[in-house]
């Protein structure tokens, strides 16, 4: 069993930056592919950004590319989001994920968090 800790979400300002955090318990985060994923109200679960265990791969959604970047610490079982740039229509609740495979589809991870919220102001 793993269990996901976000942290660092908030109210900014557009043009913003903030840094989401994900602890993870358990043994096994250092061979997990990790993810981050948001969602509005109203709308579905989107793919915000991916990394792979050993960060050789690394994806993320076309609408974030350029302002947010995903990294992991294995030493620490964390990994990060930093989103810089932020625009209103970034505002969601953000949850990360981890899965055996980086891979953009929600259904490809066995575990999650629950959730912090994001809130860009305009």
């Known amino acids: 069993q793993v269990q996901l800790v976000e942290s660092g979400g908030g109210l900014v300002q557009a043009g913003g930056s903030l840094r989401l955090s994900c602890v993870a318990s358990g043994r096994t985060f250092s061979h997990s592919a990790m993810g981050w994923f948001r969602q509005a109200p109203g709308k579905e679960r989107e793919f915000v950004a991916g990394?792979?265990?050993?960060?050789?791969?690394?994806y993320y959604a076309d609408s974030v590319k350029g302002r947010f970047t995903i990294s992991r610490d294995n030493a620490k079982n964390t990994v990060y989001l930093q989103m810089n740039s932020l625009k209103p229509e970034d505002t969601a609740v953000y949850y990360c994920?981890?899965?055996?495979?980086?891979?953009?589809?929600?259904?490809?991870?066995?575990?999650w968090g629950q959730g912090t919220q994001v809130t860009v102001s305009s």
């Open positions: 994920a981890a899965g055996q495979v980086v891979t953009s589809r929600p259904e490809g991870y066995n575990y």
């Open positions: 990394i792979s265990s050993l960060r050789a791969t690394i």
